[in-house]
């Protein structure tokens, strides 16, 4: 089955840098692969998705790159602010749609300071 | 109006006991899952629903039944509570567009 790993598991950044997370699959058949981010006392929110038909995403201060040869893909935020702290999971599956699981990698807790 | 509400937030209750989770979404999506959460953040699937229909069963111990009277409800009745089985539970449903969580339930075991 799947495996993901991500990396780091812990990051501070001061505000206004740049923060990456990054994340490998294993499954080739793998091609799509969301990024969510979990508020203390929330649910994990979705903040950004790619697919494998394309290699690079931008929403506004988050991008996300993919290199499906290389099976790994990152997440980017720049002008980092601390509303920006929260844990960030990478997941990977065949499929957005119905009936296919989402592995998630282990989450990578980022603060940022003020 | 939540999209996918579960119930309770917080659960407190003694080893032994029997308890159970709800779950509701308002998406008109047909699949729906469950993931613990433990206490380092790592969020595992336990079951899967598609239609009213269990998909995946992930090695978690029978004590543990899903329950989906419909496709916009998916339950999880837990029995003899053991002190492992703390965590947080998440619902989500899943449609087009990718998955979308409930808030989680804290269930602590004492």
């Not at chain 1, 844990?87 to 990977?92: D, G, I, R």
């Not at chain 2, 937030?9 to 989770?21: A, E, F, P, R």
């Not at chain 2, 090695?59 to 002190?83: C, G, Q």
Request: aromatic share 10%; hydrophobic share 30%; with cysteine.
């Amino acid at each position: 089955g799947e495996n993901v790993e991500q990396h780091p598991s812990t990051l501070s950044v001061q505000e206004g840098d740049s923060a990456v997370i990054k994340c490998t699959y294993s499954d080739s058949a793998s091609n799509y692969f969301p990024w969510y981010k979990q508020e203390l006392g929330k649910g994990p929110q979705l903040i950004i998705d790619i697919r494998s038909n394309v290699g690079e995403k931008k929403d506004q201060r988050i991008a996300v790159t993919l290199n499906k040869t290389a099976k790994h893909f990152s997440l980017h935020i720049t002008e980092t602010q601390p509303e920006d702290s929260a844990v960030y999971f990478c997941a990977a599956s065949m499929s957005s749609g119905g009936n296919t699981p989402l592995v998630f990698g282990k989450g990578t807790r980022l603060s940022v300071i003020a | 109006d939540t999209a996918v509400s579960q119930t309770p937030k917080y659960l407190v209750t003694q080893m032994g006991n029997d308890k159970s989770i709800k779950c509701e979404q308002n998406l008109g999506h047909d699949t729906m899952y469950w993931y613990k959460q433990d206490s380092k953040k790592f969020l595992k699937i336990m079951f899967s629903y598609n239609n009213k229909e269990l998909i995946i069963n992930e090695t978690v111990p029978n004590r543990f039944s899903p329950k989906s009277p419909d496709k916009a409800h998916l339950n999880l009745h837990i029995n003899s509570l053991e002190l492992g089985d703390s965590a947080v539970y998440f619902c989500a449903s899943q449609g087009r567009n990718g998955y979308t969580f409930g808030s989680g339930t804290r269930l602590t075991v004492v």
